[in-house]
Structure formats: structure tokens, C-alpha cells
């Protein structure tokens, strides 16, 4: 079981190589929540689609504005499954008056449930997902899980006591901005250090509910499309400290051009990221034909290990590695 939410001394330097533009691969390091499996780490994600969705309507006074909660929420689920190159589907089904997450037939969206929201003071939404860890067991509704990291339940809780308006530009936070990011972790993302992404872990001054490169990338690695709408490629390449690998550093591609790869899109242009693994290696997927700057940095603020503690957990280490300088290429 995933939790992910929403809050408000380097001493040498990492050199970066082989970073050359490839066709794409079949695998993706984009951060996904990942499930620990005797293969390696599994990147989290649905096995049928569409995923369906059920909203307690319910909202208390902490919520204002003219828009309705479900308008809010189904729009935060079209930014996502109208991402170009990617696959993906999501249904509202009934609406629901439960007031507590749990594994069982319902992806509960609500307002006004019970939950810990401890983990930070700033805490404005969790998103709670229930993984396979095998094959072949029952996944809750049925059927048996078809593979590890198969996603089999997620419930989505706005934190009660934190003040949300449904009107864009209003003077609380903006919950559509806040949901949108949610909804990332509930088709199985993690956290992204790219600061301009949705899926950065920290809200934005001004409301943001437009995905960006980055987002782009990662979601459509995870639910990629057939035939994609615009053709990207990967950069790949290792991080190595001293000729040995470094795991965990964030790697990104920032273009140096003005071009708009996604032009026909509603898409924000920023750089494209990933983490590099245990080996050192990383590959940053879902790239528009550019010119990059490539530049690999650890998590030492404003994003930290606590940001993506997944990520290392899958891997068996306790932390990223964070002991090198800044460096681009």
C-alpha cells in the first residue's frame, strides 16, 4: 500500500555519460510508484481500462466556490487521459458515502472522510493505492492480479481542515490544482523534481492544472498509446561518482530552443526528468527531437528523499544518494 500527498553538503562532482538521444525502449526510470518484486521493482499502474471512479459528493465548509466538486474532479481526470501519446481511460461510477479509505469496489474520491493527515502539517490531500505483490491472487473485485504492481484500489482524501475553492483563481487553494496532482498518484506516478511538473510535490502560488513535459512523459511511459501523437525518443545514460554509480540522482533534459513539441496540445513546455538506478544508469523517456541540456542533481532541496521514499524502499536502499555536486553536460 502506496501513500502519497500533496504539501504546500556536497564534496565532489557526478560526471554524466553516454547521454545520446535513442528510438524509444521498452522500459522507463520516469518516477513511478514502484511494487518490490523478485524481478526488481515493478512500476505501479492499472491493468484494465477504463478505471472507474466513485465521488462522495459530500463537502463541508472548508470547500467554496460556485463550481461542484464532481466538475472539479472530472475535469482533473480529462487533463490526464487527454495527454497526448498516452492510453488511458478513466469512468465516473456511483457516487459513494464513504467516509474511510479501504481496499474493496470502490477508487473513493471525498471531502469530507476520515484519514491521517499527520505526515505534514501542510498536508492538503493523500492518495492511498493498494498494489498487487503477486500473481495470481484475488484482486478484490473477482478476478486474480495479472502482474506485480498491478493497482487494485486507490482513494483519493481532501484533507477536511484545510480551506479549498472550486473557482479557479479564487482566494483559497485551488482544488482543482491539487486534485489534478492527485490524480497523477492514483494512475500510479510518484513525485517529480521537476519544479514546473504536476506531479512536484509542493503547490503552486497561482493555480496549475495544465500537465507539462515532464508529466507527459511519465504518464505516457506508463499507459502508452499505440500509435503516439507526437514521436519522442529517450536519453540515456549513467551517473557515476569517482567511476562509481550513484543511485537516486535526478536526472533532466532542458531544452535550449523555443520550439513547442506539443504545439497541438494543452501542455506546458519544461525539462523532462528521471532517477538514476542502483547501476548508475537512467533513461529519460517520452523526449521531443531538441537540443538539451542534460544536467543530473541530487535531491537536497527543495525535493528530498522524504519526497519519493518509495523509490529507494524499492530498491532496498534507505535513501537516494545525495554526496555530489551539481553538473550538466
Not at 493505492?129 to 486474480?144: E, H, K, L, P, Q
Not at 542534460?294 to 521514499?309: F, I, K, R, Y
Request: with cysteine; proline share 6%; hydrophobic share 40%.
Amino acid at each position: 500500500m502506496n501513500r502519497t500527498f500533496l504539501t504546500t553538503t556536497a564534496i565532489a562532482a557526478a560526471a554524466i555519460i553516454a547521454m545520446i538521444l535513442y528510438p524509444p525502449l521498452p522500459a522507463s526510470s520516469h518516477l513511478n510508484d514502484f511494487t518490490a518484486s523478485n524481478a526488481g521493482p515493478q512500476p505501479d499502474h492499472w491493468a484494465a481500462l477504463p478505471v472507474q471512479w466513485n465521488l462522495n459528493p459530500a463537502r463541508g465548509g472548508n470547500i467554496q466556490g460556485s463550481r461542484s466538486v464532481a466538475d472539479v474532479i472530472q475535469a482533473s481526470f480529462n487533463t490526464w487521459t487527454g495527454a497526448p501519446n498516452t492510453a488511458l481511460s478513466a469512468v465516473r461510477a456511483a457516487d459513494s458515502s464513504a467516509t474511510a479509505a479501504g481496499f474493496n469496489t470502490t477508487n473513493l474520491i471525498c471531502f469530507v472522510c476520515n484519514g491521517d493527515f499527520s505526515s505534514e502539517a501542510e498536508t492538503l490531500a493523500v492518495t492511498i493505492t493498494t498494489t498487487a505483490t503477486s500473481v495470481g491472487d484475488s484482486d478484490g473485485r473477482g478476478g486474480t492480479t495479472q502482474f506485480v504492481g498491478q493497482i487494485l484500489d486507490a482513494d483519493l482524501l481532501f484533507n477536511p481542515n484545510k480551506n479549498f475553492t472550486t473557482d479557479i483563481g479564487g482566494a483559497n487553494q485551488d482544488m482543482q490544482t491539487v486534485a489534478t496532482h492527485e490524480i497523477g498518484h492514483f494512475f500510479g506516478l510518484d513525485h517529480s523534481a521537476i519544479v514546473r511538473a504536476i506531479m512536484f510535490p509542493f503547490t503552486p502560488e497561482t493555480a496549475n492544472t495544465t500537465l507539462s513535459y515532464d508529466d507527459v512523459g511519465a504518464i505516457s511511459a506508463t499507459y502508452p498509446k499505440g500509435s503516439p501523437d507526437v514521436a519522442t525518443g529517450v536519453i540515456s545514460g549513467a551517473v557515476r561518482l569517482s567511476g562509481s554509480p550513484v543511485f537516486g540522482a535526478h536526472v533532466f533534459a532542458d531544452s535550449q530552443t523555443t520550439a513547442q513539441s506539443f504545439s497541438g496540445f494543452n501542455v506546458r513546455k519544461s525539462p523532462i526528468g528521471a532517477m538514476s538506478l542502483p547501476d548508475g544508469t537512467y533513461s529519460i523517456t517520452g523526449v521531443p527531437a531538441d537540443s538539451y541540456l542534460v544536467t543530473a542533481e541530487p535531491l537536497d532541496l527543495p525535493v528530498t528523499n522524504d519526497d519519493v521514499s518509495d523509490f529507494p524502499k524499492a530498491f532496498n536502499k534507505t535513501a537516494v544518494q545525495t554526496n555530489f555536486n551539481t553538473r550538466s553536460h
